[in-house]
Nanobody
Framework: QLQLVESGGGLVQPGGSLRLSCVAS????????IAWFRQAPGKEREGVSC????????NYADSVKGRFTISRDDAKKTMYLQMNNLKPEDTAVYYC???????????????WGQGIQVTVSS
């Protein structure tokens, strides 16, 4: 059973930056496809970005392209989401996710973090 624990959320002003981290419990973390999702109040969970295993392919939601960057450090069993030029509409609970099967930005991953709040407000 893979466990994921997020950190790095908080309150930031518009135009600011945050980096989310997600640490995995598995020694075989490099075998997992990973992704970040978010869910704002009253809205469905939205895929933000995903990263494959061997070839490092990335996908981003149109709303975050050019501002967010997903990455992973398999030696540290950690995935990251660097968020720059944050906007109020980025406010949401952010979740990291992992799966042994590639699922891109579909919210059907097998393993999920507990979620962490990101609030963008002046």
């Amino acid at each position: 059973q893979l466990q994921l624990v997020e950190s790095g959320g908080g309150l930031v002003q518009p135009g600011g930056s945050l980096r989310l981290s997600c640490v995995a419990s598995s020694f075989s973390f490099d075998a997992y496809y990973i992704a970040w999702f978010r869910q704002a109040p009253g809205k469905e969970r939205e895929g933000v970005s995903c990263l494959s295993t061997v070839f490092g392919r990335t996908n981003y939601a149109d709303s975050v392209k050019g501002r967010f960057t997903i990455s992973r450090d398999d030696a540290k069993k950690t995935m990251y989401l660097q968020m720059n030029n944050l906007k109020p509409e980025d406010t949401a609970v952010y979740y990291c996710a992992a799966d042994r099967v590639e699922k891109l930005l579909r919210p059907t991953y097998d393993y999920w973090g507990q979620g962490i709040q990101v609030t963008v407000s002046s």
